[in-house]
């Protein structure tokens, strides 16, 4: 996100005033919060000496979103009078758009049933006739996926409607692929968890019965509680600051596209998709070659708006996004039919 930034303000810095005003002409810049109730309250009972309960409350959901864009919309993409961080603009997924030069720097704060996540999408895109290039961080919390992405294409005309494009593409994430705790594993693949545990600063008095956390506290008092509580959250941990801990990677890749746009008042479709199927192998440690037997693997993306009005009464539509990097996947999708009844 930082480089995206700073490749903006460095594009404003040396524009003149009549650039700036080019620049953030027709952009939108937007804040909205939205909330409602999550699951309801659930009762939980125990029985030890006697029957007790207890009341698992979930907080309500909420978001806040704030960002800017700069995106002319598509012909099928209906106007409101405000954004309020609820709309799904599919198209702005896709790799050309309806002006030269767009942009969106958005931001996405979220709890949903009581998990908080952060999303970001963040990308400035210039496309001309015969060549096109982007740059984007995007950052899914609820699909655990992060990374700076760059493509530079070249852009092979079939018609108005059609183009293909060919080029480089260049990411940066943490190393996808690896697990911080194979090097835990035994000899018959299962994981000596209680002398990670004690590695972690966990202590164990297995005679007296007492398990503490680095802290001095005691967390359990049983081997049951032990292994099915304390010990699925050692490993959490252990996992999440590995993973933090790990420098970020370079995966330098081909890409080959397309874009189709079609449309009339009775029906339209817009379709585009992105293969990746050449990575260049540095030999690093963390290169998710090391994850994949040391051969090449395909990533993907892609999305199709397609909308049909029957007759005045009748209408059919699909909407949907799909992703696939490094083995991980995330999309979006929608599908419905309208009647209106005059």
Request: net charge neutral.
């Amino acid at each position: 996100m930082r480089w995206l930034l700073l490749t903006l303000l460095s594009v404003i810095c040396i524009s003149s005033e009549a650039q700036i005003k080019k620049i953030f002409k027709f952009s939108t810049f937007y804040v909205a919060a939205n909330g409602g109730t999550s699951i309801s309250d659930r009762d939980v009972f125990s029985v030890s000496s006697q029957l007790t309960k207890e009341v698992v409350e979930t907080p309500y959901d909420y978001s806040v979103i704030a960002g800017v864009r700069k995106i002319q919309r598509f012909q099928y993409e209906g106007s409101t009078p405000f954004k309020d961080g609820t709309e799904s603009s599919y198209g702005d997924a896709a790799t050309v758009g309806r002006n030269p030069f767009e942009y969106l720097f958005e931001i996405n704060y979220t709890r949903q049933e009581g998990v908080k996540y952060i999303d970001q999408n963040h990308f400035i895109r210039y496309v001309k006739p015969k060549w096109l290039v982007k740059l984007e961080y995007v950052k899914d919390g609820f699909a655990d996926i992060e990374y700076y992405e760059t493509t530079q294409r070249l852009r092979l005309r079939g018609n108005k409607k059609l183009s293909f494009n060919i080029g480089a593409l260049q990411r940066i994430s943490e190393p996808y692929g690896h697990n911080p705790l194979d090097e835990w594993l035994l000899s018959n693949n299962n994981i000596h968890y209680t002398y990670l545990a004690i590695q972690e600063g966990y202590s164990v008095d297995v005679f007296a019965s007492e398990y503490k956390n680095p802290q001095g506290n005691v967390v359990a008092t049983s081997t049951d509680v032990w292994e099915q509580v304390v010990i699925p959250e050692v490993l959490s941990d252990y996992v999440e600051k590995k993973r933090n801990e790990l420098p970020n990677q370079w995966v330098h890749s081909l890409v080959l596209g397309f874009d189709f746009y079609h449309y009339k008042k009775n029906w339209w479709l817009h379709s585009w998709g992105n293969l990746i199927p050449y990575h260049y192998n540095d030999g690093g440690r963390y290169s998710y070659h090391n994850f994949n037997n040391n051969e090449q693997w395909y990533d993907y993306s892609g999305g199709m708006i397609f909308g049909w009005k029957v007759n005045k009464s009748l209408g059919l539509f699909v909407e949907n996004k799909y992703s696939k990097y490094w083995n991980r996947t995330w999309y979006d999708f929608k599908v419905g039919i309208n009647y209106i009844i005059f």
